[in-house]
T-cell receptor
Framework: GEDVEQSLFLSVREGDSSVINCTYT??????LYWYKQEPGAGLQLLTY?????DMKQDQRLTVLLNKKDKHLSLRIADTQTGDSAIYFC???????????FGKGTRLHILP | DTAVSQTPKYLVTQMGNDKSIKCEQN?????MYWYKQDSKKFLKIMFS???????INETVPNRFSPKSPDKAHLNLHINSLELGDSAVYFC????????????FGPGTRLTVL
């Protein structure tokens, strides 16, 4: 199938690191993405990674890509209340340029 | 200076009506998209236009018809609305194909009664 899989919920204490995991399906996907959706808002592109990279770091965000296992993760260091949102993993299908989204992981921050 | 804007933000209507949602982007992008987000937050692409030309047309009922009068606009017209059409509809744009770095609008919450 063409499902991108991710767990639906994650609870993390403020100040800890959050790790959101995702598995994708198309080994030929050239781009993989993380989008953030805050309550009542549109999606915002957080970061993306080319398939020829293993890791990308951008301030508090670290993306790890394991192409062999088709596994993508997003680590948020020093999680803050403003990080509370739904995080969508997505891949782009080369053959038809469609972005396929996972169902989203709702990140809940505990005080 | 909103990048991707949609109107209306909320739309409540009766079953059987015809309605339109408008989308405009001022980013100079070539490609625009419509997505449907269901109650479980699952996002599914409906249509994609590149330079006013239809590129992606997923399995969407014929009641949904996109219209792109120019590169900056992609409107979604829905005929004979059904209860199952209730969802949040997101417009997005990207500089070109492939459509990475898509910029999303704020969404239109459609409720069909």
């Amino acid at each position: 199938g063409e499902d991108v899989e991710q767990s639906l919920f994650l609870s993390v204490r403020e100040g800890d690191s959050s790790v959101i995991n995702c598995t994708y399906t198309d080994s030929s996907s050239t781009y993989l993405y993380w989008y953030k959706q805050e309550p009542g808002a549109g999606l915002q592109l957080l970061t993306y990674i080319f398939s020829n990279m293993d890791m990308k770091q951008d301030q508090r965000l670290t993306v790890l890509l394991n192409k062999k296992d088709k596994h993508l993760s997003l680590r948020i260091a020093d999680t803050q209340t403003g990080d509370s949102a739904i995080y969508f993993c997505a891949e782009i299908k080369n053959r038809d340029d469609k972005i396929i989204f996972g169902k989203g992981t709702r990140l809940h921050i505990l005080p | 200076d909103t990048a991707v804007s949609q109107t209306p933000k909320y739309l409540v209507t009766q079953m059987g009506n015809d309605k339109s949602i408008k989308c405009e982007q001022n980013l100079g992008h070539d490609t625009m998209y419509w997505y449907k987000q269901d109650s479980k937050k699952f996002l599914k692409i409906m249509f994609s236009y590149n330079n006013k030309e239809l590129i992606i047309n997923e399995t969407v009922p014929n009641r949904f018809s996109p219209k792109s009068p120019d590169k900056a606009h992609l409107n979604l017209h829905i005929n004979s609305l059904e209860l199952g059409d209730s969802a949040v509809y997101f417009c997005a744009s990207s500089p070109r194909l492939p459509g990475h770095e898509q910029f999303f609008g704020p969404g239109t919450r459609l409720t069909v009664l």
